[in-house]
């Protein structure tokens, strides 16, 4: 039983820049990945940033140079910072992790609920 919360969405103008945080709460032994994605209006959803348990990346080509993924181990928690926004930037952002609870739970992926994120023009 795992829990991810989102935080940080909101509205900013193109060029701006917001951060995106997610807790990881509940049964964790250990988190073999942590990452982010988003979906648009009419878009599949779509990997933007994923951070593994050996600290290697993996960025969208779309947002590369421009976001960085980063986590906190003590807290279960990852960070996306987002710069020099654009409005194709605008979706619903979504943290999605690969847990591993102990034996009573296995290794599952989780979801958070979301989180708006909006660019104006």
């Known amino acids: 039983q795992v829990q991810l919360v989102e935080s940080g969405g909101g509205l900013v103008q193109h060029g701006g820049s917001l951060r995106l945080s997610c807790a990881a709460s509940?049964?964790?032994?250990?988190?073999?990945?942590m990452g982010w994605y988003r979906q648009a209006p009419g878009k599949e959803r779509e990997l933007v940033a994923v951070i593994r348990s050996s600290g290697s990346t993996n960025y969208a080509d779309s947002v590369k140079g421009r976001f960085t993924i980063s986590r906190d181990n003590a807290k279960n928690t990852v960070y996306l910072q987002m710069n020099s926004l654009k409005p194709e930037d605008t979706a619903v952002y979504y943290c999605?992790?690969?847990?591993?609870?102990?034996?009573?739970?296995?290794?599952?992926?989780?979801w958070g609920q979301g989180t708006q994120v909006t660019v104006s023009s």
């Open positions: 509940g049964s964790i032994s250990r988190i073999n990945a």
């Open positions: 999605n992790a690969d847990i591993y609870g102990g034996f009573v739970y296995g290794a599952k992926n989780y």
